[in-house]
């Protein structure tokens, strides 16, 4: 949220000037970042490719947007959406990079807790049916590629039910978080262990 970021720099990269959103943002003052490389802010998230692209993209067409990962001077890691646009002269030619950002790590985050409700079950942890249906159609389809077999194993407790009656739900909840904790600590890597019932 909050104002756009701004950042100017050099045909080469180099910081030629900010505004005090970017400083905010970021972290860095000013003074600490006028004359360096937008490197200073690299997270290691992106490989070279990706930077390859955005800068063919860039000399091509005088513009690039997309989202970035970057870390503020602390090392916290913050996502960006991000927009450079190639700033030229009366005849065309380019003769610095504007780049406007605007933080947008909460959004992300809210993105990643939602799509991790969707796959996983709340009370245990587990992939839910929905995960457990896209990672079966995944092992079905690979497994006769690798000449392997898949087998599914469908298992139920019995007198869970006694347990919840006796002892009420929360420890009845209790029970299935441990019996799920240990079932997977005895699972192999390739292996899935996922909970049908519970939402």
Known sequence: GGDSSAVATELDGT???VNDAFCQITGFGREEVIGANPRVLNSGHHDAAFFST?????????????????RR??????AELLTISAMRDAQGQTQQYLGLFTDI?????????????AHFDALTGLPNRL???DQMRQAMAQAPRRGQKLAIAFLD????KAVNDKHGHGVGD?????V????RQVLRKGDTLARLGGG
Do not use: C, P
């Open 180 to 183: 799920a904790a240990r079932m």
């Open 15 to 17: 910081i030629i000037d």
């Open 131 to 133: 995960l457990l249906a």
């Open 157 to 160: 407790l019995d007198g869970f």
């Open 73 to 78: 001077k602390d090392g916290a890691l913050f």
């Open 174 to 178: 209790k029970l299935l978080a441990a």
């Open 105 to 117: 790590t909460q959004l992300k985050r809210h993105e990643s807790e939602l799509e991790h409700t």
């Open 54 to 70: 955005l800068w063919r993209e860039l000399l091509e067409h005088g513009y690039w947007s997309g989202e970035v990962w970057n």
